[in-house]
Antibody
Framework: QLQLQESGPGLLKPSETLSLTCTVSGGSISSGNYYWGWIRQPPGKGLEWIGS???????YYNPSLKSRVTISVDTSKNQFSLNLFSVTAADTAVYYC????????????WGQGSLVTVSS | QSALTQPASVSGSPGQSITISCTGASSDIGGYNFVSWYQQHPGKAPKLMIY???YRPSGVSNRFSGSKSGNTASLTISGLQAEDEADYYC??????????FGGGTKLAVL
């Protein structure tokens, strides 16, 4: 059974960089035609798609975050990562990593989520 | 890009059917058959319930069904059960090769 697990700091100060890693187990990032992505959810609010990456390194980003986001993949470690630069309190959210199927159209496996709080 | 539009809340009694709508544009819902629906219980990760407008993943009850007409997609839950009480989100692939989510709908089973 495929499993995804987010890891990274839970507390950041404004202007710092948010860095999260998603470790995939029970399957290989390099296998199949899947994208691997990040979705976030501010407390009490809805889901927001951040972006996704293919095993080749091709990336797609939410236009509203594109200037501050990079997603990378390390197939040797079976991990992919999210970097969000210059964070503010508005970036406080639960961050989910997910496997994206159907040609980058739907997320069929999700991590449990990682709460990241931005506060001075 | 603005979020897809969903009603904030819907409710129904056990055994009844409810429908949640999700309205977008020709650049997302209307342009592709790539609408998906997610169920989220409090404190849990979202769970895929419908993909490709009408397809159910293995293990999802056939009480859940999806459809689309023009720029609006719909999720119908028949034979409502207490365990269906949750938040539901639609999403769609877009012409920018990105994914857009709806604002979410809280389903109350009365």
């Amino acid at each position: 059974q495929l499993q995804l697990q987010e890891s990274g700091p839970g507390l950041l100060k404004p202007s710092e960089t948010l860095s999260l890693t998603c470790t995939v187990s029970g399957g290989s990032i390099s296998s199949g035609n899947y994208y691997w992505g990040w979705i976030r959810q501010p407390p009490g609010k809805g889901l927001e798609w951040i972006g996704s990456i293919y095993k080749s390194g091709t990336t797609y980003y939410n236009p509203s975050l594109k200037s501050r986001v990079t997603i990378s993949v390390d197939t040797s470690k079976n991990q992919f990562s999210l970097n969000l630069f210059s964070v503010t309190a508005a970036d406080t959210a639960v961050y989910y990593c997910a496997r994206i199927s159907g040609g980058n159209t739907y997320s069929d496996y999700w991590g449990q989520g990682s709460l990241v709080t931005v506060s001075s | 890009q603005s979020a897809l539009t969903q009603p904030a809340s819907v409710s129904g009694s056990p055994g009844q059917s409810i429908t949640i709508s999700c309205t977008g544009a020709s650049s997302d819902i209307g342009g592709y058959n790539f609408v998906s629906w997610y169920q989220q219980h409090p404190g849990k990760a979202p769970k895929l319930m419908i993909y490709g407008v009408t397809y159910r993943p293995s293990g999802v009850s056939n009480r859940f069904s999806g459809s689309k007409s023009g720029n609006t997609a719909s999720l119908t839950i028949s034979g409502l059960q207490a365990e269906d009480e949750a938040d539901y989100y639609c999403s769609s692939y877009t012409s920018s090769s990105t994914v857009l989510f709806g604002g979410g709908t809280k389903l109350a089973v009365l």
